[in-house]
């Protein structure tokens, strides 16, 4: 018996590293940028003619204040006032927290601050999509406030 060489079996090997190349390829080239980019969002929700100013008032931190978050409740338009920013006027840092953690919008990411908002200091939110929702201060749970973010009405 005498051994036999095929070309046969060079060639399959060969042709499964250039599919596999050739597969890798179009991932990364076209299919993984696509799926991770950002949706297409109109200008004016993106840069709305005015923001939402919410303050943490001072003395926010005392459980016997009523108010805290203020205003509480807010009707926001997209592309007229759908770019928030929540500042900190109170003594004591502060967080800005959705009561839902999966709150996630489309453009613009996950909501809620990265960390405490020191005194003096900001957090600013642009929503782009419609929706309702409350959130509260982690340290400080019974500051609360709602938030309901509905389509422009012009």
């Not at 042709?15 to 076209?30: D, K, M, Q």
């Not at 939402?52 to 108010?67: A, K, L, R, V």
């Amino acid at each position: 018996m005498s051994a036999t060489s095929s070309h046969a079996y060079g060639v399959g090997v060969l042709a499964i590293i250039i599919g596999a190349s050739v597969g890798i390829v179009y991932y990364t080239s076209f299919y993984l940028p696509e799926s991770l980019a950002k949706p297409k969002v109109d200008e004016e929700v993106l840069h709305p003619i005015k923001s939402t100013i919410i303050e943490m008032i001072p003395g926010s931190s005392n459980q016997q204040q009523q108010d805290n978050f203020e205003p509480k409740l807010i009707n926001i338009q997209l592309g007229i006032d759908n770019h928030v920013v929540w500042n900190n006027k109170d003594i004591t840092a502060h967080t800005v927290t959705p009561d839902d953690a999966a709150l996630k919008d489309p453009y613009s990411g996950p909501f809620g601050s990265p960390g405490v908002i020191k005194p003096g200091e900001s957090y600013e939110f642009t929503f782009t999509k419609p929706v309702n929702f409350s959130y509260h201060c982690s340290p400080h749970p019974w500051m609360t406030g709602t938030l309901k973010i509905g389509e422009s009405r012009i």
